[in-house]
C-alpha cells in the first residue's frame, strides 16, 4: 500500500513539473511577443513626424511668420522696452493649422539665446538724476554725461553681463564710455564701433535695478541691455496635452531682420504630436 | 498473499508510468501546437511589418529627394524632352523644400510611371504624388490613386510651390 501512495505522489511530481515548465514557456512568450511589438512600434511614423514639423518652421520662416511674431512683439528698430518676458504668439501671425493636416498640432516657440530683449531699455529720460547733480545732456537720440538708468524688472537675480549700444557724435570720434552699479565699477570695452559690453559680469537684484550709473563721452547712449538674463521667450497658444505618447520637437535658428537692421540670431522651435 | 501483493504493486507502477506519459504527450502537443501557432502568427506580423516599415522608409527616402534635392543632372527637366535616359535622379526642388515649376511640369509629362518606379526602385509598389493647395483640393497629381487599398502609406510635406506655401504629398501603395 505504501508503494501505491509513492507511486501517486510521484505522478504529481511529474505534473507539477509540466505545469510549472508550461507556465514558464508561455510566460516567456508572452513576455517576448509584447516586447517585440512594441520595441519598434513608432520609429518610423515619429522621423515622418519630426520631419513635419522642421518643414513647418521652414514655411514660417519663408513667409515671414516668424519675423511678424518677434515684430509684433518687440516693435521696430530701435526697440522699445515694451518686449513681454512671456509672449503669445496670436494665431493671425503664426497659423500652424493651415500648413498641418488634420488631427496635426504644433505649438511653436520662439525664444532668444541667451541675450534677452527683456532689459533692453531705451535711454531718453535722465529727469531723475541723482545729487550732486551731474552734467549731462538728454535728447531723443540718447543721453550724453554722468546718469542713472533703471532696469526693466528682472525676473531673478544674478551676475550678468551688461550691453550699452551708443550713438557717435557727427566728428565719428569713438564714444567712451564707464559705469557704476551701486560701488562696483563697471569696466566696459568696446565690441564694435557703437557697442559695449562689461568685461566682467555685474551683480542685479530682482526687480526693477535703477542703481546704475553710465558715463558717456564723446556721444551719447541709446540703449542697454542685459545680457544672461531669463531668456526672453514668446509661444502660440495651444496647450500640449498631457496624455501623448509621442511628441516630435525640433528647432531652427533664424536671423530677425527688419529695414535691414539685424537685431539677433534667435531659436524657432516646434513641439508637434498627432491628436 | 505476498505473491499478490508484488503482483498488484507491478500492475499499478506500469499504470502510473503510462499516465505519466500520456500527460507528458498531451502536454508536448499542446505546447509544440500553441508554439507553432504564436511563431507562425509573429512571422506573418513580422512580414507585415517589415514591409510597412520598408515603405515608409522609402516614402520619407522618396519625398525628402523630390522636395530637397533637384535631381541628376541638375538640367534633366530640358533634355528629358528628346532623350527620356537623360534623368538619373529625380528631384523636383531648385532649392531647400522651393519646387520647381519646370521640373514639376517635365515630371508630371515627361516620365512614364514605369520610368518612375525604376528611378525611385520601388517597383513592387504603385505610388500616387499629389500637390494641394492648404485648402487640400489637388493642384496637380501623378500617378495612380490608391483607392480601396489597405496597404498605404501617404507622407505629407509643407513645400513652396509657385511661391505660395503648398502641400506635396507622395503615397507609395500596394
Known amino acids: ?275 | 498473499m505476498e505473491e499478490e501483493k508484488k503482483q498488484i504493486k507491478i500492475m499499478k507502477r506500469g499504470q502510473a508510468v503510462v499516465t505519466d506519459l500520456f500527460i507528458a504527450i498531451a502536454v508536448f502537443i499542446v505546447l509544440i501546437t500553441i508554439t507553432t501557432i504564436i511563431w507562425d502568427l509573429y512571422t506573418i506580423r513580422l512580414k507585415m511589418r517589415q514591409e510597412f516599415e520598408d515603405m515608409v522608409i522609402k516614402s520619407i527616402q522618396i519625398s525628402d529627394q523630390l522636395v530637397k534635392s533637384s535631381g541628376y543632372p541638375l538640367d534633366w527637366e530640358f533634355k528629358i524632352f528628346s532623350d527620356p535616359d537623360y534623368i538619373k535622379i529625380i528631384g523636383l526642388a531648385y532649392d531647400d523644400r522651393k519646387l520647381s515649376t519646370e521640373k514639376i511640369n517635365a515630371f508630371r509629362t515627361n516620365i512614364t510611371d514605369q520610368k518612375v518606379k525604376d528611378l525611385f526602385n520601388i517597383g513592387l509598389y504603385n505610388y500616387y504624388f499629389t500637390i494641394k493647395e492648404k485648402n487640400g483640393s489637388i493642384l496637380l497629381a501623378k500617378g495612380n490613386n490608391p483607392v480601396g487599398s489597405f496597404n498605404t502609406v501617404n507622407l505629407a510635406r509643407i513645400i513652396v510651390y509657385k511661391n505660395e506655401p503648398r502641400i506635396m504629398e507622395f503615397a507609395l501603395w500596394k
Open chain 1, 1 to 275: 500500500m505504501e508503494i501505491i501512495k509513492l507511486n501517486k505522489k510521484r505522478g504529481l511530481i511529474f505534473s507539477l513539473d509540466a505545469a510549472i515548465a508550461v507556465t514558464v514557456v508561455v510566460i516567456i512568450l508572452i513576455t517576448s511577443a509584447y516586447y517585440l511589438s512594441t520595441a519598434s512600434k513608432e520609429s518610423t511614423s515619429q522621423v515622418q513626424l519630426i520631419r513635419m514639423g522642421n518643414d513647418l518652421l521652414h514655411i514660417l520662416e519663408f513667409t515671414g511668420a516668424l519675423d511678424n511674431a518677434v515684430k509684433a512683439d518687440i516693435g521696430s528698430p530701435p526697440y522699445s522696452a515694451a518686449a513681454s518676458p512671456t509672449a503669445t504668439i496670436s494665431t493671425s501671425l503664426v497659423n500652424v493649422s493651415q500648413y498641418l493636416p488634420a488631427s496635426y498640432k504644433a505649438l511653436i516657440e520662439i525664444s532668444d539665446i541667451k541675450e534677452s530683449l527683456i532689459s533692453d531699455t531705451t535711454i531718453t529720460n535722465c529727469s531723475s538724476l541723482p545729487a550732486p547733480n551731474p552734467i549731462s545732456c538728454c535728447s531723443l537720440l540718447g543721453c550724453n554725461g554722468s546718469f542713472n538708468v533703471s532696469t526693466l524688472p528682472l525676473n531673478r537675480a544674478g551676475n550678468y553681463h551688461l550691453l550699452v549700444h551708443t550713438r557717435a557724435p557727427p566728428s565719428n570720434i569713438t564714444p567712451f564710455i564707464s559705469g557704476i552699479k551701486g560701488n562696483v565699477s563697471v569696466v566696459l570695452s568696446i565690441l564694435d564701433y557703437n557697442r559695449f559690453a562689461s568685461t566682467y559680469p555685474v551683480p542685479f537684484s530682482l526687480g526693477i535695478n535703477s542703481d546704475l550709473r553710465l558715463n558717456v563721452s564723446y556721444g551719447v547712449a541709446d540703449w542697454f541691455k542685459i545680457l544672461g538674463e531669463n531668456a526672453y521667450s514668446a509661444n502660440t497658444s495651444i496647450k500640449i496635452p498631457n496624455n501623448l505618447t509621442f511628441m516630435g520637437t525640433g528647432e531652427r535658428l533664424f536671423a530677425y531682420v527688419i529695414q535691414d537692421f539685424f537685431d539677433q540670431p534667435r531659436y524657432a522651435r516646434f513641439y508637434i504630436w498627432i491628436e
